[in-house]
């Protein structure tokens, strides 16, 4: 008894110690979480979410406003599989309490040696395991189901709201609240709704079993017994919940930084060229490792609290309530006034202990469940965060409403009366006209006051100007990309206006789906186009020969690498000469043609109708046009007819 009682007193000050420290290094992950927000400035730049994280009324919120997108009705398979999933979590309680009768009784019969009973109940038992086994796994898969269907759900909505418009080009041109989306509609969705379909798990069928085996043990050890265990139920969720408070900031800061170090490995592939050239490696490996060492410094931090959160995890939630279920399951065979066991032979008070100490390790196992399920609702608290705030950027982005928070800050009186918005954009055919419309960016710098020039169809107009002159934001602002800060533009609608850039963009894909970019082959068929119409295209523009290639119109390949640069700048002419809009932007986009090709390019324009505006440094384009719209780079410009000297001198 001394021995016991030294080693009882050993273990309550090492738990008193343990205790220490873990509150210590709860509180240094506090102060841990509150210096990296601090200190980390450049999420903030980035738009990373800044908002308190914390299992409260704004996380039931935002929780609610995404249940209703994954589940949008009472017909959906969504819940559909929760309804599976209940029932099987309800079919397995039962399970689990026929385990429990009958290993018990097994136990029973092998104690007091009856051979007799002993085999067939081993078969019996054996036979009964296969419909439990199809239990577990159904629920298994039922749990699967419904985040693989919470995910499709929700990306397809985000997918709706993301590629609506140009909101995918705002969400990281005009707006700096998120970065790096990719992540957010990737990976934060697939986390967000795995972490949803576990805790509708962890939290559903521990209750489910709370409920159960106290009403079960209710009736073999009293009520006392069911009570002691929902009372630290109660007591170990508010203090572990109040502790778990800097989890959810953690997980909103490592996917922040996830999302920068997957950012700097996507630049370094897409600029490996550029970098190679200017031999870069020893600039860009200091970036790379920056980036990660923050990401480093995070994960080594959260996963220290969490280390020292998991040992308070694991006190309070395993093993002292393994503590309060003996001291309860001990009453009624300790107390010296129970007669429930007066009239029970030796086995079978074993028995009716096995039995009820088993129910009571199983609540208690119920209720340690639930108490930790509290970690990953504050987890999931973080993803809800992040998601909701995406879809708050998404809908602001398709309201016309930005927010940019590099704005210069010194901005004159008429300068900053300018609003992204304010400007009236008027749809009509084969005219564009700018009517005292100032070129903004949407940074708030005022590159021209006002633009006021008309261009009617069969009007080819030269554009040029020095570097940040505003040539490529005149574009922008006549695509719709960016907002209008006054005046009124005059312009065919969205898709009469065509863009050529200097890099063509090549779709994944067919050779098909290059020239008839961004229509599929499904729209080529309404259309009425044949594949012999689109063969024209190519033979207008000298690669005919690409059908000659294994596959011809089939054939799929990177074309970003297949094609040379000139032989992509011309597929995007002969993608132009297909859609034949009333206006085209060609910037730049035959610097790596030969000069007779690309004269044909610009008569075969004119003959079909389409109006340019090209902006080119080569003197021989000249002649093709009728008017040069220059910029001086201090916010003038000027707009003239070009002359016979001014072709002359071009020519």
Not at 481 to 497: M, V, Y
Not at 604 to 610: A, F, K, L, P, Y
């Given at each position: 008894?001394?021995?016991?009682?030294?080693?009882?007193?050993?273990?309550?000050?090492?738990?008193?110690?343990?205790?220490?420290?873990?509150?210590?290094?709860?509180?240094?992950?506090?102060?841990?979480?509150?210096?990296?927000?601090?200190?980390?400035?450049?999420?903030?730049?980035?738009?990373?979410?800044?908002?308190?994280?914390?299992?409260?009324?704004?996380?039931?919120?935002?929780?609610?406003?995404?249940?209703?997108?994954?589940?949008?009705?009472?017909?959906?398979?969504?819940?559909?599989?929760?309804?599976?999933?209940?029932?099987?979590?309800?079919?397995?309680?039962?399970?689990?309490?026929?385990?429990?009768?009958?290993?018990?009784?097994?136990?029973?019969?092998?104690?007091?040696?009856?051979?007799?009973?002993?085999?067939?109940?081993?078969?019996?038992?054996?036979?009964?395991?296969?419909?439990?086994?199809?239990?577990?796994?159904?629920?298994?898969?039922?749990?699967?189901?419904?985040?693989?269907?919470?995910?499709?759900?929700?990306?397809?909505?985000?997918?709706?709201?993301?590629?609506?418009?140009?909101?995918?080009?705002?969400?990281?041109?005009?707006?700096?609240?998120?970065?790096?989306?990719?992540?957010?509609?990737?990976?934060?969705?697939?986390?967000?709704?795995?972490?949803?379909?576990?805790?509708?798990?962890?939290?559903?069928?521990?209750?489910?079993?709370?409920?159960?085996?106290?009403?079960?043990?209710?009736?073999?050890?009293?009520?006392?017994?069911?009570?002691?265990?929902?009372?630290?139920?109660?007591?170990?969720?508010?203090?572990?919940?109040?502790?778990?408070?800097?989890?959810?900031?953690?997980?909103?800061?490592?996917?922040?930084?996830?999302?920068?170090?997957?950012?700097?490995?996507?630049?370094?592939?897409?600029?490996?060229?550029?970098?190679?050239?200017?031999?870069?490696?020893?600039?860009?490996?200091?970036?790379?490792?920056?980036?990660?060492?923050?990401?480093?410094?995070?994960?080594?931090?959260?996963?220290?609290?969490?280390?020292?959160?998991?040992?308070?995890?694991?006190?309070?939630?395993?093993?002292?309530?393994?503590?309060?279920?003996?001291?309860?399951?001990?009453?009624?065979?300790?107390?010296?006034?129970?007669?429930?066991?007066?009239s029970m032979n030796q086995d079978e008070i074993m028995q009716d202990y096995y039995r009820s100490g088993r129910m009571l390790m199983n609540l208690a196992t119920a209720v340690g469940r639930l108490v930790l399920a509290g970690r990953e609702l504050t987890r999931l608290a973080g993803f809800t965060a992040r998601v909701t705030e995406l879809i708050d950027v998404l809908d602001d982005l398709n309201n016309g409403k930005y927010v940019r928070t590099m704005v210069t800050q010194d901005l004159g009186a008429d300068q900053a009366a300018l609003k992204p918005g304010s400007g009236t954009i008027v749809e009509v055919d084969h005219l564009i006209q700018?009517?005292?419309?100032?070129?903004?960016?949407?940074?708030?710098?005022?590159?021209?006051?006002?633009?006021?020039?008309?261009?009617?169809?069969?009007?080819?107009?030269?554009?040029?100007?020095?570097?940040?002159?505003?040539?490529?934001?005149?574009?922008?602002?006549?695509?719709?990309?960016?907002?209008?800060?006054?005046?009124?533009?005059?312009?065919?609608?969205?898709?009469?206006?065509?863009?050529?850039?200097?890099?063509?963009?090549m779709t994944l894909g067919s050779l098909r789906d290059q020239v008839s970019y961004p229509h599929s082959k499904q729209d080529l068929e309404k259309r009425g186009v044949t594949d012999a119409d689109l063969a024209v295209f190519l033979n207008h523009v000298q690669l005919e020969y690409l059908l000659d290639r294994p596959g011809?119109?089939?054939?799929?390949?990177?074309?970003?690498?297949?094609?040379?640069?000139?032989?992509?700048?011309?597929?995007?002419?002969?993608?132009?000469?297909?859609?034949?809009?009333?206006?085209?932007?060609?910037?730049?986009?035959?610097?790596?043609?030969?000069?007779?090709?690309?004269?044909?390019?610009?008569?075969?324009?004119?003959?079909?109708?389409?109006?340019?505006?090209?902006?080119?440094?080569?003197?021989?384009?000249?002649?093709?046009?009728?008017?040069?719209?220059?910029?001086?780079?201090?916010?003038?410009?000027?707009?003239?007819?070009?002359?016979?000297?001014?072709?002359?001198?071009?020519?």
């Open positions: 008894m001394a021995v016991l009682s030294k080693l009882a007193g050993a273990s309550a000050v090492a738990s008193l110690l343990l205790g220490v420290a873990s509150l210590r290094a709860f509180i240094k992950g506090r102060a841990d979480n509150e210096i990296v927000q601090k200190k980390d400035n450049t999420f903030k730049r980035q738009g990373a979410s800044r908002n308190k994280v914390a299992v409260d009324a704004v996380f039931v919120k935002r929780l609610l406003k995404l249940v209703k997108i994954v589940i949008p009705n009472l017909f959906s398979k969504e819940l559909g599989y929760i309804v599976l999933v209940a029932v099987m979590m309800l079919v397995r309680t039962y399970c689990d309490l026929w385990m429990i009768a009958s290993t018990t009784y097994i136990e029973r019969i092998i104690i007091s040696r009856d051979s007799g009973k002993f085999y067939p109940q081993l078969l019996w038992f054996f036979i009964s395991l296969i419909p439990i086994a199809f239990v577990n796994n159904l629920l298994k898969y039922g749990l699967w189901q419904m985040g693989l269907s919470f995910r499709t759900r929700l990306t397809k909505y985000l997918f709706n709201k993301y590629l609506t418009g140009f909101t995918y080009y705002k969400i990281s041109n005009l707006d700096n609240r998120i970065a790096n989306a990719d992540q957010l509609l990737t990976q934060d969705v697939e986390k967000f709704s795995q972490s949803v379909a576990e805790l509708y798990s962890n939290l559903s069928k521990p209750i489910l079993d709370i409920m159960i085996y106290a009403r079960k043990l209710s009736g073999a050890i009293g009520i006392q017994g069911p009570s002691s265990m929902l009372s630290y139920l109660a007591f170990s969720g508010v203090f572990l919940t109040w502790l778990r408070r800097p989890t959810g900031r953690y997980t909103i800061l490592e996917q922040s930084l996830e999302g920068e170090f997957r950012f700097a490995n996507s630049r370094l592939i897409t600029n490996s060229e550029e970098i190679a050239f200017y031999q870069g490696n020893a600039k860009e490996k200091s970036v790379l490792e920056s980036s990660f060492a923050r990401l480093m410094n995070l994960l080594q931090k959260a996963n220290r609290f969490r280390f020292f959160m998991g040992i308070v995890d694991t006190m309070v939630a395993k093993y002292l309530a393994t503590i309060v279920g003996f001291y309860v399951v001990s009453r009624p065979f300790l107390d010296p006034n129970n007669t429930r066991h007066l700018f009517d005292r419309v100032p070129l903004v960016t949407p940074n708030g710098d005022v590159l021209v006051r006002s633009l006021d020039f008309t261009v009617k169809s069969g009007i080819n107009v030269l554009v040029c100007g020095p570097n940040g002159c505003g040539k490529s934001s005149l574009f922008r602002i006549l695509g719709e990309l960016w907002p209008l800060f006054g005046g009124t533009l005059h312009k065919p609608a969205k898709d009469k206006l065509f863009y050529v850039p200097q890099r063509p963009y011809g119109w089939d054939a799929v390949a990177d074309w970003m690498d297949v094609l040379s640069g000139g032989e992509k700048q011309r597929i995007a002419m002969a993608r132009l000469f297909y859609h034949r809009p009333q206006f085209a932007i060609l910037d730049e986009c035959t610097s790596a043609v030969s000069v007779d090709v690309e004269g044909f390019m610009y008569n075969h324009c004119r003959e079909i109708g389409i109006t340019l505006f090209t902006v080119s440094h080569r003197k021989s384009l000249w002649r093709h046009h009728e008017y040069v719209l220059a910029f001086d780079g201090r916010g003038n410009y000027s707009y003239s007819p070009i002359d016979s000297h001014t072709q002359e001198f071009g020519s």
